[in-house]
Nanobody, 127 residues
Framework: QVQLVESGGGLVQAGGSLRLSCAASGRTFSSYAMGWFRQAPGKEREFVAALSWSAGSTYYADSVKGRFTISGDNAKNTVYLQMNSLKPEDTAVYYC????????????????????WGQGTQVTVSS
């Protein structure tokens, strides 16, 4: 079994920053990509950012481009999300996900293509 554990969420004022971490543990696991999604109350889960280990490429939702940065340490099976210039509309539960298969450019935003999920960490941005 693979476990993904997120940390780093919390309460921050608008304009502030937070850094989320996601560590994978459990049986030997090689993911092709890891991503971050978020879900606000009453809304569907939405794509935030993803990282392809093999290609070294990163992908972002338009709503966070230029403010959020995804990075990772493959040796540690850990991925990070640096969130700057936070806005109240960024408030949500943030989930880490890992894909055990090759993804292509249009695949990254689809939560259905990720095989493992963390429990989520709350991010609240006050105005």
């Amino acid at each position: 079994q693979v476990q993904l554990v997120e940390s780093g969420g919390g309460l921050v004022q608008a304009g502030g920053s937070l850094r989320l971490s996601c560590a994978a543990s459990g049986r030997t696991f090689s993911s092709y990509a890891m991503g971050w999604f978020r879900q606000a109350p009453g809304k569907e889960r939405e794509f935030v950012a993803a990282l392809s280990w093999s290609a070294g490429s990163t992908y972002y939702a338009d709503s966070v481009k230029g403010r959020f940065t995804i990075s990772g340490d493959n040796a540690k099976n850990t991925v990070y999300l640096q969130m700057n210039s936070l806005k109240p509309e960024d408030t949500a539960v943030y989930y880490c996900a890992a894909a055990g298969r090759q993804l292509y450019y249009n695949d990254y935003p689809s939560p259905l293509l990720y095989d493992y999920w963390g429990q989520g960490t709350q991010v609240t941005v006050s105005s």
